[in-house]
């Protein structure tokens, strides 16, 4: 029987858009792909603002891309992290990707990796435009997961029931749930609902403060949730 192979995944920052804060937790987001093996920050790393990551570099195994400006204002950090994206896609040997940025730049690079058949993770911050975010298979606030991490180490509960009742979400979720298959309870299987929602948007738990998809829905008054003997949980809309 041959031994079982990680699957091999690329983290590409670009360090002029991302917060060096959030690295931990992203990383701890793509294990759910695989091995990041791949760790590369872009930047001109003579700019004084970018000393945080500099500092980071040796400890997490990042290896820094410089990139110089070479007009007032403009800087080659987008164009190269494209160009090594592609290298990486069509070598053949890299499964998935982590982009770092709040850029709406990378928007057309997520788009043509999903394309591929890979799952392409952005992190960014609550400002990251829209389009970019939709790209991503999954996209992340950064913020919510720093903020999350901290909880867990000691704080009370999660903190994101403030935006759990966002009428983009519940919309959202609504109409998962109205496309999934329902027993005659009315309830379905919650992983199909999520699949669901997924499948449509980059939606991703961790942005409302919840770990897993059960807890986020348990914390909305519109839902209830089954968990049954086999070990599924199961939801219904009350409303």
Not at 16 to 43: F, H, K, M, W
Not at 57 to 66: L, V
Not at 98 to 125: C, H, K, N, T, W
Not at 188 to 198: M, N
């Amino acid at each position: 029987m041959a031994d079982f192979e990680p699957r091999n995944i690329a983290l590409l920052i670009d360090s002029d858009n991302a917060s060096p804060t959030g690295i931990d937790p992203v990383l701890t987001v793509l294990a759910e792909l695989g091995q990041v093996n791949i760790r590369r920050a872009y930047g001109n790393w003579r700019k004084a603002s970018l000393k945080g990551w500099i500092d980071l570099m040796h400890r997490y195994g990042i290896e820094p891309q410089q990139q110089f400006d070479m007009t007032k204002g403009k800087n080659a950090t987008d164009m190269k992290m494209t160009i090594d994206a592609m290298d990486l896609l069509y070598r053949g040997r890299v499964h998935g990707f982590g982009i770092m940025s709040s850029d709406s730049d990378f928007m057309p690079l997520a788009m043509r990796i999903r394309q591929e058949g890979l799952p392409v993770y952005g992190f960014g911050g609550a400002k990251t435009p829209e389009a970019f975010r939709q790209a991503c298979t999954r996209f992340i606030d950064v913020n919510a997961l720093v903020k999350a991490e901290k909880e867990q180490n000691g704080k009370s509960g999660p903190s994101g029931n403030s935006n759990v009742l966002d009428q983009d979400l519940l919309d959202l979720l609504f109409d998962a749930y109205a496309a999934s298959k329902r027993d005659e309870n009315g309830f379905a299987k919650l992983a199909e609902v999520g699949q669901r929602a997924g499948n449509r948007s980059s939606f991703d738990t961790r942005n409302y403060g919840f770990a897993r998809l059960t807890d986020l829905i348990e914390a909305i008054p519109n839902f209830s949730v089954e968990r049954r003997a086999n070990g599924q949980s199961f939801v219904k809309r009350l409303r």
